[in-house]
Antibody, heavy 120, light 111 residues
Framework: QVQLVQSGSELKKPGASVKVSCKAS????????MNWVRQAPGQGLEWMGWINTNTGNPTYAQGFTGRFVFSLDTSVSTAYLQISSLKAEDTAVYYC?????????????WGQGTLVTVSS | QSALTQPRSVSGSPGQSVTISCTGTSSDVGGYNYVSWYQQHPGKAPKLMIY???KRPSGVPDRFSGSKSGNTASLTISGLQAEDEADYYC???????????FGGGTKLTVL
């Protein structure tokens, strides 16, 4: 069965960096795109962008350029989200979500989410 | 402000039907048949309930149905059950430049 298992909660100080991992199993990792979605406390879902798991080419949504980096390690079927120069407003749950296609269309399977808290 | 507009809340009694609307534009909902709906219970990850406007993933009850007319998509839940109480988000593909957009979410209360 398809599973996406994300790394655990993180508490970081402003200005620090964080790297969230998303390990996939139960399917061929490079056959489906991977999306990243943010959910701030008490707020809705916000699409951050996606990464082509075949080519490694990332695409970032508006508002997620510069400090956000998507990457892959296909040898261990894992996608990563790195956020640098963390700000308090980056406090949120971050989800990885597999797409139904090789390119972005619809997220079908989701990780359990990783809470990133930015506080001094 | 979310790209897609949903009512903030809807409610219904057990056994009744409710419909949640999702209004976008010709650049997203109206332009593509990649409209999806997600159910999210508190503290849990979203779950795909409807994709490609009206298709149900395996395991989703047929009480859940989706449709689209013009720039507005709808999710209908019939035979409401207590476990349907959750937040529901619509989502649409919006082209290669914008990518994907979500609605602001609708809280469904089962009375």
């Amino acid at each position: 069965q398809v599973q996406l298992v994300q790394s655990g909660s993180e508490l970081k100080k402003p200005g620090a960096s964080v790297k969230v991992s998303c390990k996939a199993s139960g399917y061929t990792f490079t056959s489906y795109a991977m999306n990243w979605v943010r959910q701030a406390p008490g707020q809705g879902l916000e699409w951050m962008g996606w990464i082509n798991t075949n080519t490694g080419n990332p695409t970032y949504a508006q508002g997620f350029t510069g400090r956000f980096v998507f990457s892959l390690d296909t040898s261990v079927s894992t996608a990563y989200l790195q956020i640098s120069s963390l700000k308090a407003e980056d406090t949120a749950v971050y989800y990885c979500a597999r797409d139904r296609e090789t390119t972005v269309t619809t997220s079908d399977y989701w990780g359990q989410g990783t809470l990133v808290t930015v506080s001094s | 402000q979310s790209a897609l507009t949903q009512p903030r809340s809807v409610s219904g009694s057990p056994g009744q039907s409710v419909t949640i609307s999702c209004t976008g534009t010709s650049s997203d909902v109206g332009g593509y048949n990649y409209v999806s709906w997600y159910q999210q219970h508190p503290g849990k990850a979203p779950k795909l309930m409807i994709y490609d406007v009206s298709k149900r993933p395996s395991g989703v009850p047929d009480r859940f149905s989706g449709s689209k007319s013009g720039n507005t998509a709808s999710l209908t839940i019939s035979g409401l059950q207590a476990e349907d109480e959750a937040d529901y988000y619509c989502c649409s593909y919006a082209g290669s430049y914008t990518g994907v957009v979500f609605g602001g979410g609708t809280k469904l209360t089962v009375l």
